[in-house]
Antibody, heavy 117, light 107 residues
Framework: VQLVESGGTLVQPGGSLRVSCAAS????????MDWLRQAPGKGLEWVAI????????AYADSVKGRFTISRDNTENSLYLQMSSLRADDTAVYYC???????????WGPGTLVTVAS | QSALTQPASVSGSPGQSITIPCTGT?????????VSWYQQHPGKAPKLIIY???ARPSGVSNRFSGSKSGNTASLTISGLQPEDEADYYC????????FGGGTKLTV
Protein backbone atom coordinates (compact mmCIF):
# COMPACT_ATOMS: atom_id res chain seq x y z
CA VAL A 1 0.00 0.00 0.00
CA GLN A 2 1.36 3.40 -0.95
CA LEU A 3 -0.16 6.86 -0.73
CA VAL A 4 1.73 9.87 -2.05
CA GLU A 5 0.45 13.42 -1.78
CA SER A 6 1.51 16.24 -4.08
CA GLY A 7 0.65 19.83 -4.91
CA GLY A 8 1.51 21.59 -1.66
CA THR A 9 3.09 25.01 -2.06
CA LEU A 10 3.06 28.61 -0.88
CA VAL A 11 -0.22 30.37 -1.69
CA GLN A 12 -1.50 33.83 -0.83
CA PRO A 13 -4.44 34.38 1.54
CA GLY A 14 -7.68 34.15 -0.37
CA GLY A 15 -6.09 31.95 -3.00
CA SER A 16 -6.92 28.45 -4.22
CA LEU A 17 -4.97 25.23 -4.49
CA ARG A 18 -5.60 21.58 -5.33
CA VAL A 19 -3.62 18.85 -3.63
CA SER A 20 -3.62 15.29 -4.89
CA CYS A 21 -2.98 11.82 -3.50
CA ALA A 22 -1.86 8.94 -5.71
CA ALA A 23 -2.77 5.52 -4.37
CA SER A 24 -1.23 2.18 -5.29
CA UNK A 25 -0.87 -1.34 -3.96
CA UNK A 26 -4.53 -1.86 -3.09
CA UNK A 27 -7.97 -1.68 -4.69
CA UNK A 28 -8.53 2.04 -4.26
CA UNK A 29 -12.19 1.90 -5.23
CA UNK A 30 -12.99 -0.37 -2.27
CA UNK A 31 -12.01 2.13 0.42
CA UNK A 32 -13.37 5.29 1.92
CA MET A 33 -10.61 7.91 1.99
CA ASP A 34 -9.92 10.93 4.18
CA TRP A 35 -7.85 14.08 4.24
CA LEU A 36 -6.33 15.12 7.54
CA ARG A 37 -3.97 17.97 8.36
CA GLN A 38 -1.45 19.04 10.96
CA ALA A 39 -0.52 22.66 11.51
CA PRO A 40 3.12 23.30 12.49
CA GLY A 41 3.70 22.11 16.04
CA LYS A 42 0.04 21.15 16.49
CA GLY A 43 -2.05 18.01 16.64
CA LEU A 44 -3.93 16.08 13.99
CA GLU A 45 -7.12 17.53 12.55
CA TRP A 46 -9.57 15.64 10.39
CA VAL A 47 -10.57 17.59 7.26
CA ALA A 48 -12.83 15.55 5.00
CA ILE A 49 -14.07 12.07 4.11
CA UNK A 50 -15.36 10.53 0.88
CA UNK A 51 -16.98 7.16 0.33
CA UNK A 52 -16.00 4.61 -2.29
CA UNK A 53 -17.86 6.17 -5.22
CA UNK A 54 -17.86 9.81 -4.14
CA UNK A 55 -21.53 10.05 -3.22
CA UNK A 56 -21.13 10.40 0.54
CA UNK A 57 -18.94 13.29 1.66
CA ALA A 58 -18.44 15.19 4.91
CA TYR A 59 -16.24 18.08 6.02
CA ALA A 60 -14.91 19.57 9.21
CA ASP A 61 -16.72 22.76 10.16
CA SER A 62 -13.44 24.67 9.76
CA VAL A 63 -13.30 23.98 6.00
CA LYS A 64 -16.96 23.50 5.05
CA GLY A 65 -17.91 25.64 2.07
CA ARG A 66 -14.26 26.29 1.15
CA PHE A 67 -12.79 22.81 0.52
CA THR A 68 -14.01 20.07 -1.84
CA ILE A 69 -12.93 16.45 -1.65
CA SER A 70 -13.19 14.24 -4.73
CA ARG A 71 -11.77 11.06 -6.17
CA ASP A 72 -11.10 9.41 -9.52
CA ASN A 73 -11.23 5.65 -9.15
CA THR A 74 -10.02 5.17 -12.75
CA GLU A 75 -6.84 7.08 -11.84
CA ASN A 76 -6.55 5.78 -8.27
CA SER A 77 -6.40 9.35 -7.07
CA LEU A 78 -7.85 11.47 -4.29
CA TYR A 79 -8.10 15.25 -4.45
CA LEU A 80 -8.69 18.20 -2.16
CA GLN A 81 -9.65 21.47 -3.82
CA MET A 82 -9.06 24.34 -1.42
CA SER A 83 -10.33 27.88 -1.91
CA SER A 84 -10.53 31.09 0.14
CA LEU A 85 -7.41 29.92 1.90
CA ARG A 86 -6.50 31.50 5.23
CA ALA A 87 -3.33 31.59 7.29
CA ASP A 88 -4.78 29.02 9.68
CA ASP A 89 -5.06 26.53 6.81
CA THR A 90 -1.25 26.31 6.83
CA ALA A 91 -0.47 22.68 7.55
CA VAL A 92 0.88 19.40 6.29
CA TYR A 93 -2.01 17.71 4.50
CA TYR A 94 -2.20 13.92 4.69
CA CYS A 95 -4.37 11.52 2.75
CA UNK A 96 -5.26 8.38 4.66
CA UNK A 97 -7.02 5.12 3.94
CA UNK A 98 -10.02 4.59 6.19
CA UNK A 99 -10.18 0.97 7.30
CA UNK A 100 -13.60 1.59 8.78
CA UNK A 101 -15.05 3.45 11.75
CA UNK A 102 -12.62 6.34 11.22
CA UNK A 103 -9.51 4.24 11.80
CA UNK A 104 -6.70 5.12 9.38
CA UNK A 105 -4.39 2.24 8.53
CA UNK A 106 -2.24 3.86 5.85
CA TRP A 107 -1.05 7.43 5.52
CA GLY A 108 0.91 9.32 2.89
CA PRO A 109 4.04 11.28 3.83
CA GLY A 110 2.08 14.53 3.56
CA THR A 111 2.34 17.70 1.50
CA LEU A 112 2.94 21.14 3.02
CA VAL A 113 0.53 23.95 2.23
CA THR A 114 1.64 27.38 3.40
CA VAL A 115 -0.78 30.29 3.24
CA ALA A 116 1.08 33.57 3.54
CA SER A 117 1.64 36.83 1.70
CA GLN B 1 -16.89 19.03 17.98
CA SER B 2 -14.66 18.61 21.04
CA ALA B 3 -11.32 16.87 21.00
CA LEU B 4 -10.68 13.83 23.13
CA THR B 5 -8.53 14.61 26.20
CA GLN B 6 -4.97 13.34 26.48
CA PRO B 7 -2.14 14.50 28.78
CA ALA B 8 0.29 16.77 26.98
CA SER B 9 3.29 14.71 28.02
CA VAL B 10 4.37 11.55 29.78
CA SER B 11 7.82 10.15 30.46
CA GLY B 12 9.43 6.91 31.45
CA SER B 13 12.76 5.16 31.64
CA PRO B 14 13.91 2.37 29.33
CA GLY B 15 12.35 -0.92 30.37
CA GLN B 16 9.51 0.68 32.29
CA SER B 17 5.82 0.76 31.34
CA ILE B 18 3.69 3.83 30.77
CA THR B 19 0.00 4.39 30.14
CA ILE B 20 -1.56 7.21 28.14
CA PRO B 21 -5.27 7.88 28.82
CA CYS B 22 -7.72 9.25 26.26
CA THR B 23 -10.94 10.57 27.75
CA GLY B 24 -14.09 11.14 25.77
CA THR B 25 -17.81 11.00 26.49
CA UNK B 26 -20.72 8.59 26.39
CA UNK B 27 -21.28 9.75 22.79
CA UNK B 28 -17.91 8.62 21.47
CA UNK B 29 -15.33 6.59 23.46
CA UNK B 30 -17.95 5.24 25.84
CA UNK B 31 -20.44 4.34 23.10
CA UNK B 32 -18.54 1.64 21.21
CA UNK B 33 -15.21 -0.17 20.76
CA UNK B 34 -13.83 1.86 17.86
CA VAL B 35 -10.89 3.69 19.39
CA SER B 36 -7.56 3.85 17.56
CA TRP B 37 -4.06 4.96 18.53
CA TYR B 38 -1.34 6.40 16.32
CA GLN B 39 2.39 6.91 16.81
CA GLN B 40 4.10 9.85 15.12
CA HIS B 41 7.82 10.48 15.04
CA PRO B 42 9.06 14.01 14.24
CA GLY B 43 8.69 14.85 10.58
CA LYS B 44 6.93 11.59 9.80
CA ALA B 45 3.36 10.58 9.07
CA PRO B 46 1.29 8.98 11.83
CA LYS B 47 1.29 5.20 12.06
CA LEU B 48 -1.66 3.12 13.26
CA ILE B 49 -0.61 1.02 16.27
CA ILE B 50 -3.95 0.07 17.87
CA TYR B 51 -7.48 -0.17 16.44
CA UNK B 52 -10.82 -1.26 17.88
CA UNK B 53 -9.55 -0.44 21.38
CA UNK B 54 -7.04 -3.30 21.66
CA ALA B 55 -6.25 -4.85 18.26
CA ARG B 56 -2.75 -4.51 16.81
CA PRO B 57 -2.06 -4.25 13.08
CA SER B 58 0.34 -6.77 11.64
CA GLY B 59 3.93 -5.82 12.42
CA VAL B 60 3.22 -3.71 15.49
CA SER B 61 5.10 -4.81 18.59
CA ASN B 62 3.15 -6.59 21.30
CA ARG B 63 4.70 -4.11 23.74
CA PHE B 64 1.83 -1.84 22.64
CA SER B 65 -1.58 -2.65 24.11
CA GLY B 66 -4.91 -0.90 24.40
CA SER B 67 -7.85 -1.03 26.76
CA LYS B 68 -10.98 0.88 27.68
CA SER B 69 -13.03 1.56 30.78
CA GLY B 70 -16.15 3.64 30.52
CA ASN B 71 -15.37 6.86 28.65
CA THR B 72 -11.59 6.48 28.87
CA ALA B 73 -9.40 4.47 26.52
CA SER B 74 -5.78 3.81 27.37
CA LEU B 75 -2.58 2.95 25.52
CA THR B 76 0.05 1.05 27.48
CA ILE B 77 3.62 0.67 26.27
CA SER B 78 5.63 -1.91 28.17
CA GLY B 79 9.39 -2.41 28.14
CA LEU B 80 9.98 1.16 26.96
CA GLN B 81 12.66 1.57 24.30
CA PRO B 82 14.33 4.76 23.09
CA GLU B 83 12.60 4.46 19.71
CA ASP B 84 9.21 4.69 21.44
CA GLU B 85 9.88 8.39 22.01
CA ALA B 86 7.24 10.02 19.82
CA ASP B 87 3.86 11.72 19.84
CA TYR B 88 0.80 9.53 20.39
CA TYR B 89 -2.74 10.35 19.30
CA CYS B 90 -6.06 8.63 19.98
CA UNK B 91 -9.17 8.90 17.85
CA UNK B 92 -12.70 7.63 18.16
CA UNK B 93 -15.57 6.79 15.88
CA UNK B 94 -18.58 8.94 16.62
CA UNK B 95 -18.53 12.61 15.87
CA UNK B 96 -16.66 12.68 12.59
CA UNK B 97 -12.98 13.28 12.90
CA UNK B 98 -12.57 13.13 16.66
CA PHE B 99 -8.89 13.15 17.72
CA GLY B 100 -7.12 13.62 20.99
CA GLY B 101 -4.74 16.53 21.34
CA GLY B 102 -1.70 14.25 21.40
CA THR B 103 0.76 13.12 24.07
CA LYS B 104 4.52 13.54 23.81
CA LEU B 105 6.31 10.51 25.22
CA THR B 106 9.85 11.08 26.45
CA VAL B 107 11.99 8.02 27.10
Amino acid sequence: VQLVESGGTLVQPGGSLRVSCAASGFTFSNYWMDWLRQAPGKGLEWVAIIDTDGTKIAYADSVKGRFTISRDNTENSLYLQMSSLRADDTAVYYCARNRGFNSYDNWGPGTLVTVAS
Amino acid sequence: QSALTQPASVSGSPGQSITIPCTGTTSDVGAHNFVSWYQQHPGKAPKLIIYEVSARPSGVSNRFSGSKSGNTASLTISGLQPEDEADYYCNSYGVTGLFGGGTKLTV
